[in-house]
């Protein structure tokens, strides 16, 4: 167990449906990552925060945002869905916002979009 | 920009056997962070080890070490006396400097039999 959750750990909708996908990182951790896994693209960051501000963005389509509370959790919400946006989506969470940190991944939402 | 190349689509391995898992990377940065990940057929991403680029010891952790040779860019896993749970995906990721993000490889498959 990484200590960091994820709801739903499943989720499926219809196209052009909204979603939002929840991560709570490991206590004490400031940071947190998305990452998306699909079979085409693989494994592929799309955002980061650092205590509850953007710190970075990948390749996180228009459609897509996040946000960190104060608490520190986190959501990505996904809109206007399309099949493609079918996949795994990960949380994961660091110390720090720099550094040699390791990150801890949650067990993952996997989407299905029909 | 940073990449990380997995050649070895599958492995496959008995029982009690050691296995390397390949894993070459490229980026300019001077300073850098090279993780391995395991993923389960349930999903979830395991933090397994990681090693920074000034670090002159390689890493290990119980049964897992990573063969880090800088000149050729390489960050090899090693997995002593593999076990039936061993089977799974691994991810040879890296870290830059300045991001935090984790660019992924596209992972190799990893079947332990008895």
């Known amino acids: 167990d990484s200590g960091v959750t994820q709801t739903p750990k499943h989720l499926i909708t219809a196209t052009g449906q909204r979603v939002t996908l929840r991560c709570s990182p490991r206590s004490g951790d400031l940071s947190v990552y998305w990452y998306q896994q699909s079979l085409d693209q693989g494994l592929q960051f799309l955002i980061q925060?650092?205590?509850?501000?953007?710190?970075a963005k990948g390749n996180i389509l228009e459609r897509f945002s996040a946000q960190q509370f104060p608490d520190l959790h986190s959501e990505l919400n996904l809109s206007s869905l399309e099949l493609g946006d079918s996949a795994l989506y990960f949380c994961?969470?660091?110390?720090?916002?720099?550094?040699?940190?390791?990150?801890?991944f949650g067990p993952g939402t996997r989407l299905t979009v029909t | 920009a940073q990449k990380i190349t997995q050649t070895q689509p599958g492995m496959f391995v008995q029982e009690k056997e050691a296995v390397t898992l390949d894993c070459t990377y490229d980026?300019?940065?001077?300073?850098?962070?090279l993780f391995w990940y395991k993923q389960p057929s349930s999903g979830e991403m395991i933090f397994l080890i990681y090693?920074?680029?000034?670090?002159?010891q390689n890493a290990t952790e119980g049964r897992y070490s990573l063969n880090f040779q800088k000149a050729r860019k390489s960050a090899n896993l090693v997995i002593s006396a593999s076990q039936l749970g061993d089977s799974a995906m691994y991810f040879c990721?890296?870290?830059?400097?300045?991001?935090?993000?984790?660019?992924f490889g596209t992972g190799t498959r990893l079947l332990v039999s008895p």
């Open positions: 925060y650092y205590n509850g501000e953007e710190r």
């Open positions: 994961a969470s660091s110390p720090g916002g720099g550094g040699p940190y390791e990150q801890y």
């Open positions: 090693q920074g680029s000034y670090d002159e």
């Open positions: 980026t300019s940065d001077q300073s850098y962070g």
């Open positions: 990721a890296m870290r830059g400097t300045g991001f935090q993000k984790l660019v």
